[in-house]
């Protein structure tokens, strides 16, 4: 596809252009026709139009008022909401307790903004399947005690399976970033813990991430759990977060909740 207008730097964008990938992505998809899917930032609708012959319950979420129009006019029937997707209330996107499937070409400056809003609501989630930027496909799926894992791997392994699919050359793109890309795919996981759990082990793995060359003493020490001993919690606090694994992450939360229970009995 011919792309006619001059992408607008300020909304990210790169115009994936290359068939056999965009087909590669379908199949990845595999999109039915009566799944619920979203897709962000459908640009010039290349991969909206593969998706929408597919399953005509698509709804597109577009910022680009002038791309939007352009796309209405290519697929009439399109369900298109011209907004950014942080803004999208997600919530009343989903029909009859129908979980989303969350797809698109995500702009690289605002993806783990979307990683998260997706984490926060993954109660209405079923997957995602993303191209997102090389280097944070890798940070997303790393592993315990490697430079790349942080917040989003513990999350992810948390909240999710997460695989990486295949990596993505710069040359399919307009314009052609600096950067190879990747397709990840996220199966959000069916969590039986409430969601003050889930809001908690957020803050504790956040926390003991904020500073990540100090042990989890120094971190939690300058966080929102200052007020919290954690010497009974049976997690070496001379480690750094980076050491953890998924479980040790999920037994200071308890640690934390069993600590608050405590103090709303006196």
């Known amino acids: 596809m011919k792309i006619q207008n001059k992408p607008k730097k300020r909304f990210g964008q790169n115009f994936l252009q290359d068939e056999n990938i965009l087909n590669k992505i379908v199949k990845e998809i595999n999109p039915q026709p009566d799944d619920l899917i979203i897709e962000i930032g459908p640009g010039y609708g290349v991969l909206t139009q593969k998706?929408?012959?597919?399953?005509?319950n698509l709804i597109a979420v577009e910022i680009d008022k002038e791309l939007a129009s352009k796309l209405k006019m290519t697929i009439s029937e399109l369900n298109l909401i011209n907004e950014d997707f942080l803004d999208t209330d997600i919530t009343k996107l989903s029909t009859k307790g129908k979980k989303l499937r969350i797809v698109g070409?995500?702009?690289?400056?605002?993806?783990?903004s979307i990683l998260f809003k997706l984490i926060e609501n993954n109660e209405l989630i079923d997957d995602?399947?993303?191209?997102?930027?090389y280097e944070v496909a890798k940070r997303m799926t790393s592993n315990r005690g490697t430079k790349d894992y942080g917040i989003l791997a513990v999350l992810l392994k948390y909240f999710t399976d997460t695989k990486l699919c295949f990596k993505i050359s710069p040359n399919v793109f307009f314009p052609k970033p600096k950067v190879y890309s990747a397709l990840v795919h996220i199966y959000f996981n069916e969590l039986k813990v409430s969601k003050e759990f889930q809001q908690t082990f957020i803050q504790i793995v956040k926390a003991a991430f904020g500073?990540?060359?100090?042990?989890l003493k120094n971190s939690f020490s300058h966080s929102i759990f200052a007020v919290n001993n954690f010497s009974e919690s049976?997690?070496?606090l001379s480690k750094r977060a980076e050491e953890l694994e998924v479980k040790d992450f999920i037994e200071l939360t308890r640690f934390v909740l069993n600590e608050s229970d405590k103090h709303k009995e006196r």
């Open 128 to 133: 995602a399947v993303f191209m997102v930027q």
């Open 105 to 112: 070409n995500i702009p690289y400056n605002i993806t783990s």
């Open 51 to 56: 998706l929408f012959l597919a399953n005509q």
């Open 234 to 236: 049976g997690i070496d």
């Open 211 to 215: 500073n990540r060359r100090k042990t």
